[in-house]
């Protein structure tokens, strides 16, 4: 099982949870690896931190990708352990390939975008149990092609030709 996540590497994005939680995540699922997409500052800190918790077999970070697609459609969550986050064009990103989101309920757009838990859970930042029962909820939990259908759905209601339209719309009535 693939935990996904894609993000600068700051610490405003926080990975250093995600990387910390490993340690109780790979407790209930050994087969659970953390996959982490980017590029930034802390890249240094977290592959030490990755080493001084012995979880080299379990945690990769790969440098950031034009096209992440290939690496989202083979992840089973996607995880986001941000302390702020704007819209998030992740989580679209995400959704429309089918998958899960879980995110921490941080300022920003999580709240508003994962209303629905077909489409993603947040969890409380400060809480790891909370975090963990999500992942593993989650990951035990089938997705079913309806579910996956409404993920692709809520992603194509923020397409380009969909925001478009909205903008077009919204300037035509300013006239």
């Given at each position: 099982?693939?935990?996904l996540?894609?993000?600068r590497?700051?610490?405003?994005?926080n990975?250093?949870?995600?990387?910390?939680?490993m340690?109780?995540?790979i407790?209930?699922?050994?087969?659970?690896?953390?996959?982490?997409i980017?590029?930034?500052?802390?890249?240094?800190?977290?592959?030490?931190?990755?080493?001084d918790?012995?979880l080299?077999?379990f945690?990769?970070?790969?440098?950031?990708q034009i096209?992440?697609?290939?690496?989202?459609?083979?992840?089973?969550?996607?995880?986001?352990?941000?302390?702020?986050?704007?819209?998030?064009?992740?989580?679209?990103?995400?959704?429309?390939?089918?998958l899960?989101?879980?995110?921490?309920?941080?300022?920003?757009?999580?709240?508003?975008?994962?209303?629905?838990?077909?489409?993603?859970?947040?969890?409380?930042?400060?809480?790891k149990?909370?975090?963990?029962?999500?992942i593993?909820k989650?990951?035990?939990?089938?997705?079913?092609y309806?579910?996956?259908?409404?993920?692709?759905?809520?992603?194509k209601?923020?397409?380009?030709?969909n925001?478009?339209?909205?903008?077009?719309e919204?300037?035509?009535?300013?006239?």
């Open positions: 099982k693939i935990l996540n894609i993000g590497l700051v610490k405003g994005k990975q250093k949870y995600l990387i910390e939680s340690q109780d995540l407790k209930v699922n050994p087969n659970l690896r953390l996959l982490i980017g590029s930034g500052e802390m890249k240094g800190y977290l592959e030490n931190l990755i080493k918790l012995k080299n077999d945690i990769d970070i790969i440098p950031f096209n992440p697609y290939p690496y989202i459609v083979k992840s089973d969550l996607f995880v986001m352990s941000s302390f702020y986050e704007g819209f998030g064009n992740v989580f679209i990103d995400a959704a429309s390939c089918g899960k989101i879980i995110s921490s309920d941080c300022e920003g757009g999580p709240r508003e975008l994962l209303r629905d838990k077909t489409i993603g859970e947040i969890y409380e930042l400060s809480n149990e909370d975090f963990k029962l999500k593993i989650n990951l035990s939990n089938n997705n079913s309806s579910a996956i259908k409404k993920r692709i759905n809520f992603a209601k923020f397409s380009i030709s925001i478009g339209r909205k903008y077009l919204a300037i035509i009535s300013l006239n």
